[in-house]
């Protein structure tokens, strides 16, 4: 087995691939002297298989690099890739069937359609794609999120953590490439937060899934295998097996 390294040659978790990647990616916003740099030639490697947390102050421009990656938004300058595919490359048709095919979602807003009950929620972007779920699949993801008993429920009787946990199992069932989450925890409390991270953790470790998240959370980085800083629109500094300790540690030297 291979180990993956980042462009500037820092060792990422070993890895047959490389999920996502940015190349000297350049996002800014505005014209002249009211020109703001969001992303300033960024260049990093997501490991397949592995949970990646990207941290950094507010303005430091971690989301513009997720939404980037995830194809929800464009660069000025610079490329990113899924797997070997260049996104900068592709139409706007093209971009929204990437991201319906191959990439996973959970943000802070659950996003689940009121009528539609759990399991109707989580089949519905492969049922729009028409494509045929894998009951094999499904069945692991269901079960990992423990949402057997709940999947006849609507979203209004579902507390807010089943109501992610869905979400979630929808970003799951169609076997994302990547699987992107800005702040997926903002909006839930600890306890509830505490069962997402988790979920997403055993996604990782028992399903072999890739998760790129955002937080500000130093209890929610600790659970990933990796965290990324970003400061100005660059990348500052990473950590390997964090810890909330270390993370704190990190964010506090870098003024966060």
Known sequence: ??????????????????????????????????????LDSVTVDFAAGAFTAIMG????????????????????????FI????????????????????????????????TLTA???ITL??????RKIDQAWFDQVIATLRLGDRLGHRPSQLSGGQQQR?????ALVSKPEVVFGDEPTGA?????????LTFLRSAVDDLGQTVVMVTHDPIA???????????DGAIVDELTDPTRDSVLETMKRLGA
Do not use: W
């Open 188 to 196: 839930l409390d600890s306890r509830t937060g505490a069962e997402l």
């Open 57 to 80: 102050p507010s303005g430091s421009g971690k989301s513009t690099l997720l939404h980037c990656l995830a194809g929800l938004d464009k660069l000025t300058s610079g490329r990113v």
């Open 83 to 114: 797997g070997d595919t260049d996104l900068t490359s592709l139409s706007d048709k093209q971009l929204t069937l990437l991201r319906r095919d191959r990439l996973g979602f959970v943000f802070q807003a659950f996003n689940l359609l009121p």
């Open 221 to 231: 980085a600790a659970y990933a295998d990796r965290v990324v800083f970003l400061a």
């Open 1 to 38: 087995m291979s180990t993956a390294t980042d462009l500037s040659g820092s060792a990422l978790r070993p890895t047959h691939r490389v999920a996502a990647r940015a190349e000297l990616a350049r996002k800014t916003y505005g014209i002249g002297d009211a020109t703001v740099v969001a």
């Open 125 to 130: 972007p492969a049922d729009l794609a028409g």
């Open 119 to 121: 399991e109707e929620n």
């Open 166 to 170: 869905v979400a979630v199992a929808r």
